[in-house]
């Protein structure tokens, strides 16, 4: 445990003159799981593209195994690095085997490929991961999880020594998150040595041991996790004291804003019923494709319901596409913020009026009145970004999501539907999102709030439904919202709702 | 990669790295070649040679107009050329059924942008409606169009009877043909339509990425669906132009390669292949420079059968310049 694998002296690097990563002394020991955490833009994901020779360094030098090296993609990889990047590297038509060996195929004589090998080895692969992947199945059949193991499988193929994960966990349900934890003390015992980087503190505590905080490019500590607890960490990421991260809870009204009844979607949703009131966080948990995207994209007509009733407000609504969600004043912010949340080649005051344009509209564009609404947005949510018509890939993903809420905010809504709001953005953005969605209640609009994050669930709602395979599995308020609970009802182990 | 680095760190990389190749590209292109052009040729610059680069430009310049939106869009509309040729023979068949005067010609005109307008209409309605890939779609309908031009005229020429007709072509207004001024006009509205309405900031929203667009509350399909129409109603109009300046349109060969120069035109301007941006000002410099380049090897005297191989090699590289930063290397 004591020898070192990677060292890393006064590494730096610079963009154009712009240090994003400065003097970083750290010494990378054999078999330990090494965490790093930091805010977006602390110098994470510069630090490990260095470790893999995307970026050559500025200035300093790596050592690796004791030796000076020169990375470049192909020597990381001939020395044992290996990277799992945060989107999947796959190739979707491919089998899994054939994703494992891509670009480095056994082949027999002539040059043919040699199958028989790889599949073997494939499964020597999925055995010793303890991961359920049968070699022939297709990437496309296979669950997120299930490809994560064949990434997982396709760096450690080649006998890796340094696996660096960046992410791994944000597409992750709590049980698969489980089962790739298990997987990494196994590596770990097997003498791999293995760099996480994570969003997820709670993640970091369990899994790593020992931490590394960086800020605005700085090495700031590095100390065996014991001596961590979740606050300290958020507090050196951020550089102050933090105040408590969730708001005070609203206080709903008695007033009923939506009513759904029995809404059915053919194999997605079955006889889904619920109430949220006037100025209610109402939270939706569950475990990934248990329905809870899908019933929000009913609600705004994305989907095409079979069967069930809306009511807003009292009244039967029939929703068939966005615009008519908009024309009842229903907004809803998408999981998904690259694919469906923010155009990224539109700057940021015709990505804030998108939902809205017509406001803003007659026969010509009024470009002023525009802009003077989308500086207020920057304003009041902080939205980081060098002028308004920035175009949104070159804004960091808190700060899409804040452009993102603020187009679903434009158009004037009395009902707000988040669905991961805080996915893969940095903990100061995600306490000025509780914070916006706190001040949204206190004006009156009711807000239905989907998060993977149980602790965020807990931390924002008073009242908390658990979804499982497109059904309502039951529903918890104040004191019964625990973790323990919502996995119950989200696995299935117990059916209903605890007793009152 | 030494080498590579010291381009980009050397004066000369910096400010071709300023340069936004994307938006001026096309407009550095058309000054050097306007600069060379005028020191290759003494007749260059005479107001009769651009006057003539102009009108040669106009037909598909005006198409390319159109298909500036349809492109920006997503899509690809190559059943324009062919389209031509239909709608022209129907205005004809209108223009010598009224009798060929004035009212005669109006009649022809209305019934060119509406026939153009309905070809696209089909188009769009099989893409949006049933999801066929526009090139599908296009490539068929080019195929039909062309055939039913052969059919209704027999393979033969359809000619107009009309004396007035081919003022509406050959004509001028102040100094201009008609054509050019139809097509700066056009450009004009376009512009505005592209960059100051809610439908064009909504073709690039749909071009750039539909399922955002579609969670935005946009209509998707109707936009793609009405940029067809446009192009339709662009074609009616080059239908027009065509066959009063020939006071026909030959069944065989009207129109033909002209979605070839259209596509290009929006191309070299800048418009990317796979929409989400594009400028009208930019397809109007494409369609300028296509001209040129033909113009200039007339001069030169180099084959006509040569002019394609040139016109090709102008496309690829305009692709290639724009693609600039963002080249193979990163």
């Given at each position: 445990m004591t020898e070192t694998l990677?060292?890393?002296?006064?590494?730096?690097?610079?963009?154009?003159?712009?240090?994003?990563l400065n003097d970083i002394n750290v010494e990378i020991l054999k078999g330990e799981i090494f965490g790093i955490i930091g805010e977006n833009g602390a110098g994470k994901s510069t630090f490990i593209k260095l470790l893999n020779g995307t970026h050559l360094p500025s200035d300093g030098r790596i050592l690796f195994d004791g030796e000076e090296v020169h990375l470049s993609p192909t020597v990381s990889k001939r020395i044992g690095i290996s990277t799992i990047p945060q989107e999947f590297n796959l190739v979707s038509h491919l089998k899994a085997y054939e994703n494992i060996f891509l670009g480095q195929e056994f082949r027999r004589q002539l040059g043919l490929l040699d199958r028989k090998r790889m599949r073997r080895r494939a499964s020597e692969l999925m055995e010793q991961l303890q991961a359920d992947v049968?070699?022939?199945?297709?990437?496309?059949?296979?669950?997120?999880?299930?490809?994560?193991?064949?990434?997982?499988?396709?760096?450690?193929?080649?006998?890796?020594?340094?696996?660096?994960?960046?992410?791994?966990?944000t597409v992750l349900t709590p049980i698969e998150i489980g089962v790739?934890?298990?997987?990494?003390?196994?590596?770990?015992?097997?003498?791999?040595?293995?760099?996480?980087?994570?969003?997820?503190?709670?993640?970091?505590?369990?899994?790593?041991?020992?931490?590394?905080?960086?800020?605005?490019?700085?090495?700031?500590?590095?100390?065996?996790?014991?001596n961590l607890d979740e606050h300290e960490m958020?507090?050196?990421?951020?550089?102050?004291?933090?105040?408590?991260i969730f708001p005070?809870?609203?206080?709903?009204?008695?007033?009923?804003?939506?009513?759904?009844?029995?809404?059915?979607?053919?194999?997605?949703?079955?006889?889904?019923?619920?109430?949220?009131?006037?100025?209610?966080?109402?939270?939706?948990?569950?475990?990934?494709?248990?329905?809870?995207?899908?019933?929000?994209?009913?609600?705004?007509?994305?989907?095409?319901?079979?069967?069930?009733?809306?009511?807003?407000?009292?009244?039967?609504?029939?929703?068939?596409?966005?615009?008519?969600?908009?024309a009842h004043r229903i907004a809803y912010l998408p999981e998904d913020r690259q694919g469906a949340g923010i155009l990224t080649s539109f700057d940021v005051t015709s990505n804030i009026t998108l939902s809205s344009l017509k406001q803003y509209a007659r026969l010509l564009i009024n470009r002023r009145k525009e802009q003077q609404k989308a500086r207020t947005y920057v304003d009041s949510f902080d939205i980081k970004t060098t002028s308004l018509r920035t175009r949104l890939e070159f804004l960091s993903g808190g700060n899409q999501q804040k452009v993102s809420l603020a187009k679903s905010l434009d158009t004037d809504p009395s009902i707000f539907i988040f669905d991961e709001p805080t996915r893969g953005i940095d903990i100061n953005a995600k306490m000025q999102i509780f914070r916006f969605i706190r001040a949204l209640v206190d004006e009156g609009i009711s807000c239905i709030f989907i998060s993977s994050e149980l602790e965020e669930v807990i931390g924002v709602c008073s009242r908390v439904l658990v979804m499982r395979e497109g059904r309502i599995a039951g529903t918890l308020e104040d004191e019964q919202i625990t973790e323990e609970e919502i996995m119950k009802l989200a696995t299935g182990v117990i059916e209903g709702g605890p007793q009152t | 990669m030494k080498l590579l680095e010291?381009?980009?760190?050397?004066g000369l990389g910096e400010l071709a790295k300023k340069i936004e190749w994307e938006k001026y590209g096309p407009f550095i292109a058309l000054v050097v070649l306007f600069i060379v052009s005028s020191f290759a040729s003494p007749y260059f610059f005479q107001v009769r040679n651009i006057t003539n680069i102009l009108r040669q430009i106009s037909y598909t310049g005006i198409i390319a107009l159109g298909m500036t939106f349809v492109i920006i869009s997503g899509g690809i509309d190559l059943s324009v050329g062919s389209a031509t040729a239909?709608?022209?023979?129907?205005?004809?068949?209108?223009?010598?059924?009224?009798?060929?005067?004035?009212?005669?010609?109006?009649?022809?005109?209305?019934?060119?942008?509406?026939?153009?307008?309905?070809?696209?209409?089909?188009?769009?309605?099989?893409?949006?409606?049933?999801?066929?890939?526009?090139?599908?779609?296009?490539?068929?309908?080019?195929?039909?169009?062309?055939?039913?031009?052969?059919?209704?005229?027999?393979?033969?020429?359809?000619?107009?009877?009309?004396?007035?007709?081919?003022?509406?072509?050959?004509?001028?207004?102040?100094?201009l043909p008609n054509p050019v001024w139809i097509m700066l006009i056009l450009a004009a509205v376009f512009h505005v339509v592209l960059f100051h309405t809610r439908y064009g900031r909504y073709v690039c929203a749909v071009g750039s990425n539909e399922r955002v667009a579609a969670y935005a509350a946009i209509k998707t399909a109707w936009i793609k669906f009405?940029?067809?129409?446009?192009?339709?109603?662009?074609?009616?109009?080059?239908?027009?132009?065509?066959?009063?300046?020939?006071?026909?349109?030959?069944?065989?060969?009207?129109?033909?390669?002209?979605?070839?120069?259209?596509?290009?035109?929006?191309?070299?301007?800048?418009?990317?292949?796979?929409?989400?941006?594009?400028?009208?000002?930019?397809?109007?410099?494409?369609?300028?420079?296509?001209?040129?380049?033909?113009?200039?090897?007339?001069?030169?005297?180099?084959?006509?059968?040569l002019q394609g191989t040139v016109k090709g090699l102008v496309i690829i590289g305009a692709v290639l310049i724009q693609r600039g930063r963002k080249g193979a290397f990163q």
């Amino acid at each position: 445990m004591t020898e070192t694998l990677v060292r890393t002296e006064s590494l730096a690097k610079d963009f154009s003159g712009v240090y994003v990563l400065n003097d970083i002394n750290v010494e990378i020991l054999k078999g330990e799981i090494f965490g790093i955490i930091g805010e977006n833009g602390a110098g994470k994901s510069t630090f490990i593209k260095l470790l893999n020779g995307t970026h050559l360094p500025s200035d300093g030098r790596i050592l690796f195994d004791g030796e000076e090296v020169h990375l470049s993609p192909t020597v990381s990889k001939r020395i044992g690095i290996s990277t799992i990047p945060q989107e999947f590297n796959l190739v979707s038509h491919l089998k899994a085997y054939e994703n494992i060996f891509l670009g480095q195929e056994f082949r027999r004589q002539l040059g043919l490929l040699d199958r028989k090998r790889m599949r073997r080895r494939a499964s020597e692969l999925m055995e010793q991961l303890q991961a359920d992947v049968v070699p022939d199945a297709e990437v496309n059949d296979l669950s997120v999880a299930e490809k994560q193991m064949v990434e997982i499988a396709k760096a450690v193929a080649f006998n890796s020594r340094l696996l660096i994960m960046d992410e791994p966990t944000t597409v992750l349900t709590p049980i698969e998150i489980g089962v790739l934890f298990e997987l990494m003390r196994r590596l770990k015992e097997q003498g791999v040595t293995i760099i996480y980087i994570s969003h997820k503190l709670k993640e970091v505590q369990q899994i790593c041991d020992r931490v590394m905080v960086l800020r605005d490019g700085d090495f700031i500590s590095l100390d065996p996790v014991e001596n961590l607890d979740e606050h300290e960490m958020a507090n050196r990421m951020v550089g102050r004291e933090m105040t408590q991260i969730f708001p005070e809870k609203a206080c709903p009204g008695e007033e009923i804003a939506l009513e759904v009844e029995n809404l059915s979607v053919p194999g997605l949703l079955h006889s889904v019923s619920f109430s949220l009131r006037k100025g209610e966080i109402l939270g939706f948990a569950g475990l990934g494709g248990s329905g809870r995207t899908e019933l929000s994209e009913t609600i705004v007509g994305i989907r095409k319901k079979s069967e069930g009733v809306i009511r807003i407000h009292g009244s039967e609504c029939d929703i068939r596409s966005p615009s008519d969600a908009i024309a009842h004043r229903i907004a809803y912010l998408p999981e998904d913020r690259q694919g469906a949340g923010i155009l990224t080649s539109f700057d940021v005051t015709s990505n804030i009026t998108l939902s809205s344009l017509k406001q803003y509209a007659r026969l010509l564009i009024n470009r002023r009145k525009e802009q003077q609404k989308a500086r207020t947005y920057v304003d009041s949510f902080d939205i980081k970004t060098t002028s308004l018509r920035t175009r949104l890939e070159f804004l960091s993903g808190g700060n899409q999501q804040k452009v993102s809420l603020a187009k679903s905010l434009d158009t004037d809504p009395s009902i707000f539907i988040f669905d991961e709001p805080t996915r893969g953005i940095d903990i100061n953005a995600k306490m000025q999102i509780f914070r916006f969605i706190r001040a949204l209640v206190d004006e009156g609009i009711s807000c239905i709030f989907i998060s993977s994050e149980l602790e965020e669930v807990i931390g924002v709602c008073s009242r908390v439904l658990v979804m499982r395979e497109g059904r309502i599995a039951g529903t918890l308020e104040d004191e019964q919202i625990t973790e323990e609970e919502i996995m119950k009802l989200a696995t299935g182990v117990i059916e209903g709702g605890p007793q009152t | 990669m030494k080498l590579l680095e010291q381009v980009r760190s050397s004066g000369l990389g910096e400010l071709a790295k300023k340069i936004e190749w994307e938006k001026y590209g096309p407009f550095i292109a058309l000054v050097v070649l306007f600069i060379v052009s005028s020191f290759a040729s003494p007749y260059f610059f005479q107001v009769r040679n651009i006057t003539n680069i102009l009108r040669q430009i106009s037909y598909t310049g005006i198409i390319a107009l159109g298909m500036t939106f349809v492109i920006i869009s997503g899509g690809i509309d190559l059943s324009v050329g062919s389209a031509t040729a239909l709608v022209g023979a129907l205005a004809i068949t209108v223009l010598n059924y009224f009798g060929g005067g004035g009212l005669a010609i109006a009649a022809a005109i209305l019934v060119a942008v509406l026939a153009g307008a309905t070809a696209g209409a089909l188009n769009g309605l099989v893409i949006t409606r049933w999801r066929v890939a526009p090139f599908i779609v296009t490539l068929g309908s080019m195929s039909i169009f062309r055939s039913l031009t052969l059919f209704l005229t027999n393979a033969g020429v359809m000619r107009s009877t009309s004396v007035q007709y081919q003022q509406v072509g050959m004509g001028y207004f102040l100094g201009l043909p008609n054509p050019v001024w139809i097509m700066l006009i056009l450009a004009a509205v376009f512009h505005v339509v592209l960059f100051h309405t809610r439908y064009g900031r909504y073709v690039c929203a749909v071009g750039s990425n539909e399922r955002v667009a579609a969670y935005a509350a946009i209509k998707t399909a109707w936009i793609k669906f009405y940029g067809y129409v446009l192009v339709g109603a662009t074609v009616g109009l080059t239908s027009i132009l065509l066959s009063s300046r020939m006071n026909s349109i030959a069944s065989t060969n009207a129109g033909s390669g002209y979605e070839l120069d259209a596509i290009a035109a929006v191309i070299i301007g800048g418009t990317s292949l796979s929409g989400g941006s594009g400028s009208i000002v930019g397809t109007l410099i494409g369609a300028v420079i296509l001209g040129i380049v033909n113009n200039m090897l007339n001069m030169m005297g180099v084959s006509p059968y040569l002019q394609g191989t040139v016109k090709g090699l102008v496309i690829i590289g305009a692709v290639l310049i724009q693609r600039g930063r963002k080249g193979a290397f990163q």
